[in-house]
């Protein structure tokens, strides 16, 4: 589902599953990892994400996942996180289209990404509130060095999802467009990154992420969310979330440990 082209030194990473609104399960994270170091090799001075069909990615594929044997520490913090660091440091710069929903994994891999241009369609927030678990791959970070603790919390509490416009203006991303321009603006904007100064580029791409990483705490921000995961998997709620995505119906949610 992980589609890798390379076009005049500028790198097309194409999630491609749109049946399952290209989520990732762990063989879709290892091909995207390897995606990633092939157009590294390939001495790229520009790269590009988006996702086929009608959503960027919905994060997680859990349609196979049982939860009462689920692996999160394996799934997010031996495969997801070390995917969006290598991400992140990528030796070029590096921007993201993203369209419908971006949630869960999906938003983490906008974080990872340099500049996130988002159609006015996008849909961007925490759905894990009919899943009895928690937001992850750095949506805490984000979200609170953005938006505040009272925004932050009326997303996770009330699953509302944002629109690309209202992402933008908070701050989240880059700029917003039409859903039918976003792919094609995005390209241009990584076509002009890809004849301009690399390293002047790059040196500056090392001191924003020093200030990132510094003000958002994100890496160790995202080893807690692996880590308030796990202990989530050990809850009914967490079971009973996962069973009634699968089944299609309202969780039954007990509320307790």
Excluded at 33 to 42: H, I, L, T
Excluded at 62 to 68: E, T, Y
Excluded at 98 to 112: E, M
Excluded at 214 to 221: A, D, P
Aim: charged residues 20%; glycine residues 10%.
């Amino acid at each position: 589902m992980i589609e890798l082209s390379i076009d005049n030194d500028v790198a097309h990473v194409v999630l491609n599953a749109p049946d399952k609104l290209n989520a990732l399960d762990e063989a879709a994270i290892v091909g995207l990892d390897a995606a990633y170091q092939e157009a590294e090799r390939g001495g790229v001075r520009a790269l590009v994400l988006r996702g086929e069909g009608r959503a960027f990615c919905a994060g997680r594929d859990i349609s196979a996942v049982d939860p009462r044997t689920d692996d999160v520490l394996g799934y997010l913090g031996d495969l997801v996180t070390p995917l969006l660091q290598r991400m992140s440091r990528f030796p070029a710069p590096t921007f993201a289209a993203a369209h419908g929903a971006c949630l869960g994994v999906g938003l983490g891999l906008l974080i990872a990404t340099d500049v996130v241009y988002v159609a006015d369609t996008a849909k961007i927030g925490s759905p894990f509130a009919n899943l009895g678990a928690t937001l992850d791959s750095g949506g805490h970070a984000l979200f609170m060095e953005r938006l505040g603790a009272h925004r932050t919390l009326d997303l996770i509490y009330s699953g509302r999802l944002m629109s690309g416009a209202e992402a933008v203006a908070g701050g989240l991303f880059s700029q917003v467009f039409p859903a039918g321009e976003l792919t094609e603006v995005t390209t241009q904007a990584a076509a002009r990154a890809a004849s301009g100064a690399t390293q002047a580029f790059l040196a500056s791409k090392a001191l924003v992420q020093s200030l990132r990483d510094e003000r958002l705490g994100l890496w160790q921000s995202m080893s807690d969310e692996t880590a308030a995961q796990a202990a989530l998997c050990a809850t009914g709620d967490y079971r009973e979330g996962f069973a009634a995505f699968q089944e299609k119906r309202k969780p039954a949610f007990t509320g307790r440990a």
